[in-house]
Nanobody, 124 residues
Framework: QLRLVESGGGLVQPGGSLRLSCAGSGDTFDHYAIGWFRQAPGKEREGISCITGSGYSTHYAASVQGRFTISRDNAKNTASLQMNNLKPEDTAVYYC?????????????????RGQGTQVTVSS
């Protein structure tokens, strides 16, 4: 069973950048598609990005397309979410997720395993 731990959240001004990291352990990391969800107060959880096990294919929700970039380093058992041009509406708890599958898509965000989450606050 894969365990996930996120880091890198914090407070940033609008237009700023943050990089979230996700460390995996407990199983073969590249057997898992990795995703990122976020949940803002009073809102439903939203899938925003995923990357296939090989790292060759990525997918993004329209709300983050062009601003966020997902990546992974299977040699280090880590995945990252680079977030640029952040907006106040990006404020949420961000979760790293995973499915035991090589592929993922915006119709099926990885969701079988989840980390504890990291808070991102975008405010001036």
């Amino acid at each position: 069973q894969l365990r996930l731990v996120e880091s890198g959240g914090g407070l940033v001004q609008p237009g700023g950048s943050l990089r979230l990291s996700c460390a995996g352990s407990g199983d073969t990391f590249d057997h898992y598609a990795i995703g990122w969800f976020r949940q803002a107060p009073g809102k439903e959880r939203e899938g925003i990005s995923c990357i296939t096990g090989s790292g060759y294919s990525t997918h993004y929700a329209a709300s983050v397309q062009g601003r966020f970039t997902i990546s992974r380093d299977n040699a280090k058992n880590t995945a990252s979410l680079q977030m640029n041009n952040l907006k106040p509406e990006d404020t949420a708890v961000y979760y790293c997720t995973a499915d035991l599958a090589y592929y993922c898509s915006s119709d099926q965000w990885p969701n079988s395993y989840r980390g504890q989450g990291t808070q991102v606050t975008v405010s001036s």
